[in-house]
Nanobody, 116 residues
Framework: QVQLVESGGGLVQPGGSLRLSCAAS????????MGWYRQAPGKERELVAD???????NYADSVKGRFTISRDNAKNTAYLQMNSLKPEDTAVYYC??????????WGQGTQVTVSS
């Protein structure tokens, strides 16, 4: 099993920044994809960004140019740097890991609220 723990969420003003962290532990295969998803009230969970073990990245159009995903494979940790935050970024953000066997793991989620 793999456990994922997110941290770094909170309340910020529009235009502010937050950095989310996701620490993975347990039986982790090196070849995996780690990513961030979010779910706002009344909406489906959506992909924000993800990154392969080799560093290839993918972003939702809504966050391109503002968010950056990175990972430290030695620490089994993924990060999401969020800049120029907007009220519409308000959501619960979830860390996700998918291994080469297509097994998916989810963190507990961390709340990000962007409001004046």
């Amino acid at each position: 099993q793999v456990q994922l723990v997110e941290s770094g969420g909170g309340l910020v003003q529009p235009g502010g920044s937050l950095r989310l962290s996701c620490a993975a532990s347990g039986s982790i295969f090196s070849i995996n994809v780690m990513g961030w998803y979010r779910q706002a009230p009344g909406k489906e969970r959506e992909l924000v960004a993800d990154s392969t073990w080799g560093g290839s990245t993918n972003y939702a159009d809504s966050v391109k140019g503002r968010f950056t995903i990175s990972r430290d494979n030695a620490k089994n940790t993924a990060y999401l740097q969020m800049n120029s935050l907007k009220p519409e970024d308000t959501a619960v953000y979830y860390c996700n890991l998918r291994d080469f066997l297509k097994k998916a793991y989810w963190g507990q989620g961390t709340q990000v609220t962007v409001s004046s």
